[in-house]
């Protein structure tokens, strides 16, 4: 059995180096103007993307290009400049989804390994051979695919690799290709300019007719029902104070099907979110590379692969990150998405700071504050190694001075016992975390 590689966004060179550090085996970074998260994206230029690519190979680590955009005529020619100079520092695949630049690449670069986007939205067996046949050597599934449709196709199709999402935010479009953000405000999220309307809070309005002036806010709880199917339950909508959510889906998260993928022999496991936060990011890597490690584990000893083979510090580690609620997506079941909650605090902790380094003269870490803590508080040092508990003898704020407390935006230095220092590993990617209660 070959362990399934854990694939890990990277939306800047920085959110890269966490990946790696937190057990993520390669990256898949946007190209510049030519993804869908080409607004946000970290990579500004060929610089960067060489800088990416040359830290990656350093480390053993893969590179994946995200060049997933459907191009208009418009964008054709530069698109295609764009990818040539791009293909010169040697990424280890791109991702695409156009399949006339699919079929370009393989006349120009027939070398180049092409990993087909989850946007070309490939939903069964015979699709995915059509696409192996003309060279793709992987295929990133729709995420509207049930288990046993994923297993179906790679039972189908062996000699192709298969990637699939684990973790992460949910479209409510098939696969990504929504056009409401167009329709919203113009901007096509196809051609990497997405506003994610879906995921903005909506007010709802009693238009007063053609005698009055302007709109009657709406008051109360309500429903969408079918009209046209009256036995079908209503649709509740979610609404808080800051508005009313009904296109907001659960994030994804996958933690209890990894045993199922694993013995099911899919090739790359794909966390979701190149916009996230560092913290969020080493958490999530840190979870899966835990959970894929042990069910791995369990099948070369022969052992069985079920549920119970997911570590509990897998879920402790989600548990501490902020989401809109977890669901399985479409692995368990044919109505999977969930609009019931639109934002879930944590609820195993929080990070209070983020390690900027250490300075074992006066022994303590030098920290961003990212959440309110004090001396007391039940504090864990979080590093690549593990979580460590960790004692806080005192603070200093910014100026220097002695502190009660720490406040969020501000850097200062934590005062540790000196073995916490020592034997502390890639202290430039650690955070501390507080354990007693989810974020205030």
């Known amino acids: 059995m070959t362990k399934p590689e854990l694939l890990a966004p990277a939306g800047d060179l920085t959110r890269m180096k966490y990946a790696f550090a937190y057990g993520a085996d390669a990256v898949y970074a946007g190209q510049p103007a030519f993804s869908l998260r080409s607004r946000e994206n970290g990579f500004k230029n060929l610089d960067d993307l060489a800088e990416g690519i040359a830290y990656a190979h350093a480390r053993g680590k893969k590179f994946y290009l995200t060049s997933n955009v459907i191009a208009r005529n418009t964008k054709v020619e530069p698109f295609q400049k764009a990818l040539l100079a791009a293909l010169e520092l040697k990424p280890d695949a791109l991702i695409v989804a156009d399949a006339g630049f699919v079929g370009w690449l393989r006349k120009v670069s027939p070398e180049t390994e092409i990993h087909l986007s989850v946007q070309a939205n490939t939903t069964n067996y015979l699709t995915a051979q059509f696409w ?32 699939v999402f684990v973790h992460g935010a949910v479209c409510m479009a098939m696969s990504g290709r929504c056009m409401l953000s167009n329709w919203v405000t113009h901007r096509d999220a196809n051609q990497g300019a997405c506003d994610n309307s879906c995921r903005m809070p909506y007010r709802l309005y009693a238009n007063e007719g053609p005698q009055c002036d302007g709109y009657r806010e709406h008051e109360g709880n309500f429903s969408l029902q ?39 022999g899919l090739d790359s496991f794909k966390i979701e979110g190149r916009t996230r936060s560092v913290y969020y990011l080493s958490q999530v890597v840190r979870a899966y590379r835990m959970a894929i490690d042990a069910c791995a584990s369990a099948l070369r000893a022969d052992g069985p692969c079920t549920v119970d083979c997911v570590p509990a510090e897998s879920r402790r580690a989600i548990s501490c990150v902020d989401g809109r609620g977890f669901m399985p997506g479409f692995l368990r079941g044919p109505l999977p998405q969930n609009y019931e909650s639109t934002h879930v605090n944590a609820e195993g902790g929080c990070v209070c700071a983020q390690v900027l380094g250490c300075d074992m003269q006066a022994g303590g870490f030098r920290v961003n504050v990212k959440n309110p803590f004090s001396p007391g508080d039940s504090i864990e040092l979080m590093t690549p190694s593990g979580m460590h508990p960790c004692e806080v003898k005192g603070m200093l704020n910014f100026r220097g001075e002695h502190a009660d407390r720490l406040n969020p935006g501000t850097e200062g230095l934590v005062l540790v016992p000196d073995d916490v220092l020592q034997n502390t590993e890639n202290a430039e990617f650690a955070f501390l975390v507080r354990m007693d209660t989810a974020k205030s």
Do not use: N, Q
């Open 132 to 163: 192996h046949d003309l060279g793709v050597r992987r295929i990133i599934l729709s995420r509207e695919l049930r288990l046993s449709e994923i297993l179906e196709i790679k039972e189908r199709v062996p000699g192709l690799e298969l990637e």
């Open 226 to 264: 079918r009209t046209d199917r009256p036995e079908l339950d209503p649709v509740a909508l979610d609404e808080d104070t800051w508005g009313t959510y009904f296109m907001s889906s659960r994030d994804l998260c996958a933690l209890d099907v990894v045993p199922e993928l694993v013995r099911g």
